[in-house]
């Protein structure tokens, strides 16, 4: 930011109205600097969120199997046929 500040003062030095221009070609390169810097914070945050997804479905799944291998095939077929959990196992 402040190299781009410079470089406009030294650019625009000899406009009429240099603080102007000064001023809005600062204000476009801080939107720019400001898009990416939301861009990848977001990027970070999403890529987070989607690990700490993939490990509790990953835990779900353990347990689903753990709960499967210990109890006899009765009681899944109980869940399969009971119309609340059905959807459950399309």
């Known amino acids: 930011m402040l190299t781009a500040f410079l470089v406009a003062v030294w650019v625009f030095r000899d406009v009429d ?3 102007e221009v000064i001023v809005a070609v600062l204000g476009s390169i801080g939107a720019a600097v400001g898009t ?3 861009f990848v914070a ?12 993939e ?9 689903y199997n753990a709960i ?17 959990y059905h959807h459950l196992f399309d």
Not at 55 to 63: N, S, V
């Open 42 to 53: 977001g990027a970070k945050v999403g890529s987070e969120g989607r690990d700490k997804a």
């Open 36 to 38: 990416l810097a939301g």
């Open 55 to 63: 490990d509790r479905a990953e835990k779900a799944q353990q347990k």
């Open 17 to 19: 109205k240099p603080g």
């Open 68 to 84: 499967v291998e210990t109890n006899p095939p009765s009681i899944v077929d109980q869940a399969r046929s009971d119309p609340r």
